[in-house]
């Protein structure tokens, strides 16, 4: 059991929420960010405190977001005690059985299935008062990795030519965000942040980053998860699914081409894995988190694939093969199965 200064400010917070001193704290997990994450078991029933420092983090959103899921039938964290100013929150338990440690084969179609009928959920959750995902913010996300991977990591600094195919490829893939339906927006609707639970599956977590913006972006985070891979056949098979069940929903129009919204998808998909690439360095080399480079070689491939998909990212892939990043990560340049 970690023993800190926090911890102790947790103990003595819990000591009065709970009214006793007799439960067990023990480390649940850890993510990305500065939070942390400790399960607390008390009169036979377990619960989470999510140690957010102040200074570091701002429990408002989370809170915020999470009582809008959770009242729109949305198995997010229940809110039982919060403290903003020390910045502790007790909430209740979705377990810690992740969708990354039980997909397979065999149970991939039911699990997706379920994911996609609560993002239909989470989409149809009213919006307009989170933060646009804008131009501005698609910029900055894509600006990480030229700024991390490309000069951090390689150590290189691209010429005016370079320069001017990046910045062609962002501004193609920021006008596809743009030209879509916007939605309640997760932002990071993958594997590791979806729960299996025996009710109402799946637990989702870490929404407190939530915006207004692209439909396809959550669907993206989902269906070309940096952390697990499925065959193209099987991916388009669940996309077609969320389709039919957004434009039921509303959520799309139903004059929508099921091939143009494919697109979008990609697209947006090349938009996130671009980011992605820059915080995995961010990690890395700012905040000494070295776990995510394992993930690096898929999150790149997935944009391989869609480069050798769309003539348009043509740019993008003439860059990225001047850049010799294949060779960097030890990959292929080939699309995924």
């Not at 957010?52 to 429990?59: G, I, S």
């Not at 109402?200 to 396809?216: E, R, S």
């Not at 993206?220 to 434009?247: G, M, N, T």
Request: include cysteine.
């Amino acid at each position: 059991m970690i023993n800190d200064d926090r911890t102790q400010q947790i103990r003595l917070w819990l000591n009065q929420e709970l009214q006793t001193q007799k439960y067990e704290l023990t480390v649940a997990s850890a993510d990305a960010s500065f939070r942390r994450y400790f399960r607390v078991s008390h009169n036979n029933k377990n619960m989470i405190v999510m140690d957010a420092p102040p200074e570091k983090e701002d429990c408002k959103p989370f809170v915020s977001i999470a009582k809008q899921l959770f009242s729109a039938g949305i198995n997010a964290p229940e809110i039982l005690a919060e403290d903003h100013k020390q910045g502790f929150l007790l909430i209740s338990d979705l377990g810690d059985t992740q969708y990354l440690s039980v997909l397979n084969d065999d149970n991939a179609d039911s699990l997706y299935k379920d994911a996609i009928d609560a993002l239909i959920k989470i989409q149809s959750i009213p919006a307009t008062e989170l933060p646009a995902y804008n131009r501005q913010l698609l910029q900055t996300e894509m600006n990480l990795f030229p700024e991390w991977f490309i000069n951090k990591h390689l150590n290189i600094t691209l010429n005016h030519e370079q320069q001017h195919l990046m910045d062609s490829v962002f501004e193609c893939l920021i006008e596809s965000a743009l030209q879509q339906p916007k939605v309640f927006v997760h932002r990071d609707y993958h594997s590791r942040n979806l729960m299996q639970t025996e009710k109402n599956n799946p637990g989702v977590l870490d929404f407190q980053d939530a915006v207004y913006g692209a439909i396809t972006y959550d669907l993206a985070s989902l269906l070309k998860d940096c952390y697990i891979c499925w065959p193209r056949e099987k991916i388009e098979s669940w996309v077609k699914y969320y389709f039919i069940q957004a434009q039921k929903n509303k959520l799309i129009n139903s004059h929508c081409e099921l091939s143009d919204f494919i697109q979008w998808f990609d697209l947006m998909g090349v938009q996130r894995h671009i980011k992605v690439l820059g915080i995995f360095l961010r990690l890395n080399i700012r905040d000494k988190k070295s776990g995510y480079m394992n993930d690096l070689p898929l999150t790149f491939q997935y944009i391989v694939d869609c480069c050798e998909r769309y003539p348009l990212l043509t740019p993008l892939k003439i860059l990225l093969q001047e850049l010799k990043i294949s060779e960097t990560l030890n990959t292929t340049w080939q699309k995924l199965p």
